[in-house]
């Protein structure tokens, strides 16, 4: 059974949330703060963290980014805070998906649901779709069983979104793959036009696989199409 973190200062929410999660078959804990919320991260197994941002003591993007120093565990943000820039801050800071309060708990348990089902298709893509176990281009190395990012030997964390974009472009280097092929492929879902979210993802690949992510030489824009992974780098 998956065990989720639930982490809001409301105790309505997280009630609310907790009972929707066991009703799909989830196990949950509950924290009011970030301090009491890493404490408990700490101590039990946890799977999935759903946090909200703005709480007492230690805030959602203050604990994402403890957490980040040791774990890749998959993070959803719930939030008022709505607009663009709020949402693509928190996916910066390594947050694999956010969701705008008010919501419908039926939404957050398909986010969830969605997560998991992503960790597990990036935890398969070595085995279902390609036959070698590593790509190797220049000093880049994506172990695809284990779903692992070697730069310069050196191991880069991935979330499973950055995983899966970065084996599409490798796998298939030199072709280039529009936004909305990426997402669809990725996601698993229509593409909205939301460049900003691709944006954001492409940034954080270079981030770890470029000597200098503002001149890349592996990831490549190519204006008005959109993304190509050069083979020799």
């Known amino acids: 059974m ?41 101590k039990e197994s946890i799977d999935l963290i759903l946090a909200d941002i703005m709480m007492p003591q230690m805030d959602g993007t203050m604990l994402l980014k403890k957490i980040r ?25 390594g947050a694999d998906d956010y969701v705008s309060k008010p919501f419908n708990p039926l939404e957050v348990v398909s986010r969830v649901q969605a997560l998991f089902r992503r960790i597990e298709s990036c935890q398969a893509l070595g085995r279902k779709e390609m036959e070698r176990e590593c790509i190797e281009m220049g000093d880049i190395q994506l172990d695809l ?29 030199g072709k280039v793959f529009t936004k909305a092929h990426i997402y669809e492929r990725v ?25 200098d992510p503002r001149h890349p030489q592996y990831l490549i824009t190519i204006r008005g199409l959109g993304y190509r992974f050069e083979k020799e780098g």
């Open 2 to 42: 998956k065990k989720i973190l639930i982490i809001d200062d409301e105790a309505e929410i997280r009630e609310l949330l907790a009972i929707y999660l066991r009703n799909h078959g989830y196990d949950t804990y509950e924290a009011n703060d970030g301090v009491e919320a890493f404490s408990l991260f700490q």
């Open 69 to 93: 120093r040791s774990s890749n565990i998959p993070f959803l943000f719930l939030s008022a805070k709505s607009n663009d820039l709020d949402r693509i801050y928190g996916l910066q800071l």
């Open 145 to 173: 069983k284990g779903c692992k990012l070697y730069k310069s030997g050196v191991q880069k964390e991935l979330t499973s979104y950055e995983f899966k974009i970065l084996a599409l472009l490798m796998e298939h280097a």
């Open 187 to 211: 996601w698993g879902e229509e593409y909205m036009g939301d460049e900003n979210l691709m944006m954001v993802y492409i940034s954080k690949i270079r981030d770890k696989i470029e000597d």
